[in-house]
Antibody, heavy 119, light 106 residues
Framework: EVQLVESGGGLVQPGGSLRLSCAAS????????MSWVRQAPGKGLEWVSV???????YYADSVKGRFTISRDNSKNTLYLQMNSLRAEDTAVYYC?????????????WGQGTLVTVSS | DIQMTQSPSSLSASVGDRVTITCQAS??????LNWYQQKPGKAPKLLIY???NLETGVPSRFSGSGSGTDFTFTISSLQPEDIATYYC????????FGGGTKVEIK
């Protein structure tokens, strides 16, 4: 059974850093396209970042230069390193698996982890 | 960036009604368009991929159509459990979600 479990969210001050983790089971993270998607309180979905099976990474303009997506193949885990955090980064962060290579339809999602950026 | 305009932002319909949501892309995205359902406090769920393909296990009352810039999502007979917010998402370039449509029961 495919499962994604996020962790690492919490309260952080503006300008601070946080690393989110997404532990996967039932499939191999490195063989799939994996993304982070966030949702600010009461708002819609916003795509944040993707890592392709080949290792290429891409980011939304809103986080480029501040966030880094990565994976640990030995732990079958996806990460999102978030630096220089701002109040507008406050959101529930979901990791999601793409349905197939070059098919960015997200068929499995984690339960989400809440990041709150506030002093 | 490709922008997605989703409408309406909310709607109210009766059980059994046909419900239609549209999504318009700012440029041609072929059929690279997906639809999701999100219930409060839950992660989104993929319903339709590549504009018209029903994800495994999704009831057949859900359907999608369109290509290029104009897409439609339909619930043929609204059920109480369909109360949720629905999002379109394109991936012609990098992924981008529409603004969402909140569906309520009249």
């Amino acid at each position: 059974e495919v499962q994604l479990v996020e962790s690492g969210g919490g309260l952080v001050q503006p300008g601070g850093s946080l690393r989110l983790s997404c532990a996967a089971s039932g499939f191999t993270v490195s063989s799939n396209y994996m993304s982070w998607v966030r949702q600010a309180p009461g708002k819609g979905l916003e795509w944040v970042s993707v890592i392709y099976s080949g290792g290429s990474t891409y980011y939304a303009d809103s986080v480029k230069g501040r966030f880094t997506i990565s994976r640990d193949n030995s732990k079958n885990t996806l990460y999102l390193q978030m630096n220089s955090l701002r109040a507008e980064d406050t959101a529930v962060y979901y990791c999601a698996r793409a349905r197939g290579e070059q098919q960015l339809a997200f068929d499995y999602w984690g339960q989400g982890t809440l990041v709150t950026v506030s002093s | 960036d490709i922008q997605m305009t989703q409408s309406p932002s909310s709607l109210s319909a009766s059980v059994g009604d046909r419900v239609t949501i549209t999504c318009q892309a700012s440029q041609d995205i072929s059929n690279y368009l997906n639809w999701y359902q999100q219930k409060p406090g839950k992660a989104p769920k993929l319903l339709i991929y590549d504009a018209s393909n029903l994800e495994t296990g999704v009831p057949s009352r859900f359907s999608g159509s369109g290509s290029g810039t104009d897409f439609t999502f339909t619930i043929s007979s609204l059920q109480p459990e369909d109360i949720a917010t629905y999002y379109c998402q394109q991936y012609d370039n990098l992924p981008h979600f529409g603004g969402g449509t909140k569906v309520e029961i009249k």
